[in-house]
């Protein structure tokens, strides 16, 4: 079963993706924020990687780019923001982001990217 960590400080935003990547079958990790985030990438390692942008402590952009400077698997990563401008979107790839999706995403939409990163079937 494919491992999906979501980093995002608010609560329900992390409970709305949960729901949708367990009822498509995979198994889900939280974390409020980079430093969480980081810490549970070294204990373990995840299929992908759900980021939010703004947060406390270690934000979106700091946390991939302190993880792909990490010497261990590097999975791939949607970012989701509410910044839609596409500043928001250039620095998201250039902190090593896979793919870059704006608030509240929608379901098929995620759930598309999520496959598609993952290189699954019938995406």
Request: no cysteine.
């Amino acid at each position: 079963m494919k491992r999906i960590l979501i980093v995002d400080d608010a609560a329900t935003v992390r409970l709305f993706h949960r729901q949708i990547l367990e009822q498509a079958g995979y198994q889900v990790d939280e974390a409020v924020n980079g430093i969480e985030a980081l810490e549970k990438a070294l204990q373990g390692a995840f299929d992908l990687y759900v980021v939010d942008v703004n947060m406390p402590k270690l934000d979106g952009y700091g946390f991939l780019r302190e993880l792909r400077a990490q010497a261990l698997y590097q999975a791939p990563a949607i970012m989701i923001s509410t910044e839609a401008a596409e500043r928001d979107r250039a620095l998201a790839y250039d902190a090593g982001a896979n793919a870059y999706l704006t608030k509240p995403s929608r379901p098929a939409t995620l759930l598309l990217n999520v496959k598609l990163l993952i290189g699954e079937e019938g995406a």
